[in-house]
């Protein structure tokens, strides 16, 4: 497996830690709420074999700089443009997982000159009831209890339950990682509220690029039904989904999401 360079990337007003590795066609794996590149510890590196592979931190979060603004999916769209030009990067496939695959879309819609197919993965064109009541619900738990509550409410919407049994100590050493790096409450709270502001569901049908959706069954915070959505308006879209994984099926499958995803870029 190919080792990653670091980078740090200006932006407007800021800077993004980012990683590459591989050589090839170049694929940007685009992480969710959280932000960290991190989430592809178990991904990067395999794409890397077949692969240039690049990664980052999102701007609030990780490494890159920890900047007090009004988080939008549209401003985290500019910073991957701005990404891509600072690594010399004209065109592009990308995989974006959750809050990724909001920016995935909105790239679709604003550069699809610089995208060449798109992966969306546990993601939605919309907000429903369900989703809004459920973000409220996480903002409130920040808000009031703070990061720790915060990340262990995560944990247990975010993994299936008996993987949860089997894989504690490993989740928890992550989530340890994450408590360390979390952002101010500000940013996160923020970036929630980004995330709750998402729908192009009017728009996607417009998106004209090749495109997967991946999905698992027993996803709690961004069930099938979202890819459905997606699929039905995302013109000629290919699906794949999961029986179990929950809402991080790639950390849980990596081998199997990798051989998916390295599928679908080959073929296009």
Not at 47 to 68: C, M, Q, W, Y
């Amino acid at each position: 497996m190919h080792s990653s360079s670091q980078l740090i990337v200006p932006v407007t007003a800021g800077s993004l830690a980012a990683w590459d590795a591989g050589e090839g066609e170049p694929v940007l794996l685009i992480s969710g709420l959280g932000g960290r590149a991190a989430f592809w510890t178990d991904i990067a590196p395999r794409l890397a074999n077949e692969f240039r592979v690049i990664t980052h931190d999102h701007r609030g979060t990780g490494a890159s700089s920890p900047d007090k603004i009004d988080y939008s999916i549209s401003q985290m769209a500019d910073d991957v443009i701005q990404l891509m030009d600072a690594s010399q990067i004209e065109r592009a496939s990308l995989v974006g997982h959750s809050t990724g695959g909001a920016i995935a879309q909105h790239l679709a819609l604003h550069h699809p000159g610089r995208l060449k197919s798109i992966v969306l993965s546990a993601t939605w064109a919309g907000p429903t009831q369900y989703f809004l009541n459920l973000f409220e619900q996480r903002r409130a738990i920040l808000s009031q209890l703070g990061p720790k509550a915060y990340l262990a409410d995560g944990i247990l919407r975010a993994h299936p339950p008996s993987y949860f049994n089997s894989n504690a100590a490993k989740i928890y050493a992550n989530e340890t990682d994450r408590l360390r790096q979390f952002p101010d409450k500000a940013i996160e709270l923020s970036r929630i509220d980004a995330v709750m502001a998402h729908d192009l569901r009017d728009r996607i049908s417009g998106i004209d690029l090749p495109t997967l959706i991946v999905s698992a069954d027993d996803d709690q915070i961004v069930p099938p039904y979202y890819a459905d959505e997606l699929a039905e308006r995302v013109p000629d879209a290919a699906k794949h989904r999961f029986e179990q994984g929950g809402h991080f099926f790639p950390q849980i499958h990596p081998i199997e999401f990798v051989r998916i995803i390295a599928n679908f870029l080959k073929g296009n």
